[in-house]
């Protein structure tokens, strides 16, 4: 058994040992590797990777989901409207909606693809100026427009708390945020914080060089 495997598997039994009361996605972080080093996770049989740039994803993973039917892709980083049409026909979720233009963009092309992605929207929580996502006091709004003017499927929110803070002040308030709007999903918690997240509720946890190492 390949190390990736194992560490992936030590990620597992450490979810486990939890006991959540929804299930947990690992989503294996998979950006900067090359095909090969991700293999022995994808011969495993995972099916959740994530991404951070379009054009790397296409590269890496056009084929490979023609020949992996069972794999999701999910894009993690920022995603601009004018990538929005190939993401459409790439990517299975998007962590990262975060504005209205993006929004119509990719309403637009699932219609033209016919295409249905499913997406969380950014919230930025710490109201860092230097981050993305939706300021907590247009969420609401935003969310009713994805949700009921252009038919986007949310699943939940997503957050990147501030770095070098108490994670669990943020995580328990998006946890609240979810719940005020009756979301079933939350994306949040990496490699250093996983457990943590899980606890406060995550459903999907985005894990990169716990599973894959370092990247260089």
């Known amino acids: 058994m390949s190390t990736i495997v194992e560490r992936f598997l030590k990620i ?6 939890l006991n959540p009361v929804k299930p947990v996605n690992i989503i294996a972080v998979s950006k900067t590797f090359d095909l090969n080093h991700i293999k022995p996770l994808i011969d495993f049989g995972h099916s959740h990777f994530g991404e951070n740039k379009v054009q790397e994803a296409k590269i890496k993973w056009s084929e490979q989901k023609k ?3 069972n794999i999701k892709l999910h894009m993690i980083g920022k ?5 929005a049409k190939d993401a459409v026909k790439l990517f299975d979720f998007i962590h990262s909606l975060d504005n209205q233009k993006l929004a119509d963009a990719l ?5 033209n693809l016919n295409r249905k992605l499913q997406y969380f929207i950014q919230v930025n929580i710490g109201n860092e100026i230097q981050k993305s996502g939706i300021p907590v006091n247009e969420l609401d709004a935003f969310y009713n427009y994805c949700r009921n003017e252009i038919n986007l499927k949310i699943l939940g929110l997503m957050i990147i708390p501030p770095i070098d803070q108490n994670v669990d002040k943020y995580f328990k308030s998006l946890n609240e945020l979810n719940k005020s709007l009756a979301l079933e999903d939350i994306s949040m918690g990496m490699s250093a914080d996983y457990l943590d997240a899980i606890k406060h509720g995550s459903t999907f946890v985005r894990i990169g060089s716990s599973i894959f190492g370092s990247r260089s």
């Open 12 to 17: 597992q039994s450490n979810i486990t040992s």
């Open 79 to 83: 995603l601009q409207s004018n990538k």
């Open 67 to 69: 020949i992996k039917k």
């Open 107 to 111: 309403s637009k092309y699932q219609t």
